[in-house]
């Protein structure tokens, strides 16, 4: 078949479901933030040690020359 359930592109992931802000008080509101905050910064880290990873296999399997 051409157009099987693989080749079509997979839907987006949505990850964070963002709770209604307007129930939310602005100390409640800075909590959110600073934990979107932290999250941030854990996935840099992700993205950075797997970046670093990369480049090693790279610079592994590079051909001398």
Do not use: C, W
Not at 22 to 33: C, H, K, Q, R
Request: net charge neutral.
């Amino acid at each position: 078949m051409i157009n099987s359930e693989e080749d079509l592109p997979k839907p987006a992931r949505t990850l964070l479901a963002p709770p209604p802000l307007d129930s939310l008080g602005v100390a409640e509101l800075n909590a959110y933030i600073a934990d979107l905050q932290a999250e941030i910064a854990r996935v840099r880290a992700k993205i950075a040690a797997k970046d670093a990873h990369k480049e090693a296999a790279a610079a592994f399997f590079k051909k001398p020359g």
